[in-house]
């Protein structure tokens, strides 16, 4: 009897998973630890759940969850990403809780475009979206006819105070002299303001415009062929969406809406290091002796724990895991002795 009741406990939440499958939606993790207890009873299934990178058919795209079921029947295999969409002010007003309810987990948010330009949608879509539990992301529109630099300014503005769950995205789609330069110039700027990573939205027909001097950035690639990490390789070494349609239906959004799917490559760090300049030597830094003032180091560091380190060249400091938010706030405190967030 206890028996029957375990079978049928596990049967209900395989079902639950599936149905969550069919919508490539995330997975619950309590639903996972349950399951794998109650089949750890079990000797005709074997269950094996990876969280780490799933290196198979599609092109080592890593996916969110594998989940492989063997039991007398055969093998069941499902790698799990995670669904989403972008929208503008194109997609006019939208209800987030009924896109969520559609199984959706990720939104990208158009903000800016060139130097002036704020998409008139981007509070309310953002508001929105956040308020649902939706994860929530941010794009550029990169353009030629202003400085790139400007651009990153203007960006980093319109988003510096959300919830960036999603790593921002530069999008990339038209086509002018310089524009590797361009791209650089932004990316370059971006990171120096913000110390978060970027990635590259762009056509797989508009690749050709761009050279390997970018490959190493996340590459959201848009192709419009219903068929989701379907794609050829290019000399980008680390594709983290595919844009797969631009004509999904999506409950809550009344226009047709672009279908991306997600791997783990999109999710924004939300934690980091600081990272100092080798350090002033002397009492607070004025030069009398040549060791360190270890407690004038540490008044900048109020309830942070850190970690000395030296070589030939002098002593520096790192601190301990900290919010990104607090890695930003040290940023703009220590001045010219910030090296870098890690």
């Given at each position: ?12 939440i395989?079902?639950n998973i599936y ?10 993790v ?21 969280t ?26 499902r ?16 209800n987030?809780?009924?896109?969520k ?8 948010i158009?903000?800016?475009?060139g ?36 651009q ?13 769950d ?38 797989t ?20 062929n219903n ?6 390789s ?14 999904g ?7 047709d ?28 830094g004025?030069?009398s ?8 180091v ?5 309830d ?36 870098d967030?890690?």
């Amino acid at each position: 009897m206890e028996q029957n009741k375990i079978n049928r406990k596990i049967l209900e939440i395989l079902n639950n998973i599936y149905q969550k499958l069919v919508l490539k939606s995330s997975i619950i993790v309590d639903e996972l630890k349950t399951l794998t207890e109650m089949i750890l009873s079990l000797h005709t299934v074997k269950f094996i759940i990876l969280t780490d990178y799933y290196k198979g058919s599609i092109s080592k795209s890593r996916c969110f969850y594998y989940i492989k079921i063997t039991n007398k029947r055969g093998v069941v295999e499902r790698m799990v990403y995670m669904k989403g969409i972008d929208v503008s002010n194109h997609n006019g007003s939208i209800n987030f809780g009924q896109v969520k309810d559609s199984g959706i987990e990720a939104v990208y948010i158009k903000a800016t475009e060139g130097t002036t330009f704020k998409d008139r949608c981007l509070e309310a879509n953002y508001s929105n979206a956040h308020c649902e539990g939706l994860k929530t992301g941010f794009y550029h529109f990169l353009v030629g006819t202003s400085e790139p630099e400007t651009q990153a300014n203007s960006f980093y503005n319109a988003i510096k105070d959300k919830a960036n769950d999603l790593i921002p995205m530069l999008d990339i789609e038209s086509n002018f002299d310089g524009l590797i330069d361009f791209i650089l110039r932004f990316i370059a700027k971006f990171k120096e303001i913000s110390n978060m990573q970027i990635g590259i939205y762009t056509y797989t027909s508009f690749i050709d415009n761009l050279d390997d001097k970018i490959a190493g950035y996340p590459l959201w690639e848009a192709n419009y062929n219903n068929t989701p990490w379907k794609l050829k390789s290019n000399f980008f070494t680390n594709r983290v969406g595919h844009q797969y349609s631009e004509t999904g239906c999506v409950n809550g959004i009344d226009t047709d809406c672009d279908m991306n799917e997600f791997n783990d490559g999109i999710i924004n760090k939300t934690n980091g290091y600081v990272r100092i300049n080798y350090l002033p030597i002397g009492y607070r830094g004025d030069g009398s002796f040549a060791g360190v003032d270890m407690g004038y180091v540490q008044e900048y560091f109020e309830d942070i724990r850190i970690y000395a380190n030296s070589n030939e060249n002098g002593i520096w400091v790192e601190t301990q895991n900290l919010p990104m938010s607090k890695c930003l706030e040290l940023k703009d405190t220590l001045g010219s002795w910030f090296c870098d967030i890690k």
